[in-house]
């Protein structure tokens, strides 16, 4: 199956033995790929959220190798498109899709009514599996995502970079408090869900491998990221190709309830910069020049977006919050 820069997937046909067959999604670890990330995880999010919210049923799970011989996750096939088929489009993982009238206007309204529903999911730590909850101190959740992504930078990359350790440094010196713990999608944006383009329903939210437990300013500031935007025929810049980042913002809190806190805010967006920076900049190009990943054209791409990324964070720091 095409898309993705990380796991490899593949559309399966289960025969039973009863006679009866199911077609399931394969997702199979990459040896290295923009991400590195953990099947038992996705399970996990997915296992405890399917109640509660429109995501691929899981089926089952192996974390070890043993039988494939790298990871997977297997769950149920989703009908729907992650971008609209009758337009011609170069759009990369999903980044900068084209959506437009009325069709644009239901997905938009879909989909900060899904954020705010996956942020009101009550957390009981006896059903997140592997997922921790960063309640050590106040500071905690944020203070995870920076060490995370400062390690991956020191593991994967290849050549020096001296911003990434200014970045750094400000992150931890601009941790923010938390004020309440939610399901964090991670990569959540226009490409990572499906819908139903007869009827322009979201039928299911995908790739939920970068899932955690954190603050819910980091998925806003996920989908926020100049790279994922597109212009809209006016001329105004539509965040993931949906709406405007102001009503995005404000709806969200109409939905959810919850104010959004514009230091807050600030921080993630940086932090996601700087995510991005080290998934496009570092792990990206490991994976392409070791040769471990079927996508190493791809990957070589995503490389040179990394200094996309870093003029963002350059400016977004230098600005303040808005």
Known sequence: MGGGASNEQYSVELAHSDGRSERLVLRIDAIQ???ES????????????????????PRWVESTGEILG???LATCFVDGVSAPTNLSQ??????????SGGQREELAEQF????????????????????????????QAA???????????RDDSIAPFPLVAGIEVWLRDNLPLQERLVVVHGDYRTGNYLFDESTNKITAVLDWELAHVGDPHEDLAWGIQRLYSTVSEDGERLVTGLMPRERLLSRYE????????????HFYEVLCA??????????????ARDRQSHHDVLLTWLSTCGYLFAADIIDMIEKGPR
């Open 90 to 99: 170069e759009s990369v993982s999903g980044m900068q899709t084209v959506l």
């Open 112 to 139: 900060v009514h899904n954020l705010a529903l996956l942020h009101d999911i009550s957390l009981n730590p006896a059903e997140l599996g592997c997922l921790g909850v960063p309640d050590g101190d106040p500071r």
């Open 38 to 57: 953990d099947r038992q995880r996705e399970f996990d999010v997915l296992h405890f959220l399917e109640p509660h919210f429109p995501v691929p049923t």
């Open 274 to 287: 700087f995510k991005s920076l080290i998934a496009t900049l570092a792990s990206s190009l490991r994976a």
């Open 33 to 35: 790929g923009v991400m």
């Open 254 to 265: 109409e939905l959810s309830g919850h104010r959004i806190d514009p230091i807050t805010l």
């Open 70 to 72: 790298r990871p997977f």
């Open 143 to 153: 203070r995870w995502q920076v060490n995370w992504w400062s390690r991956v930078w």
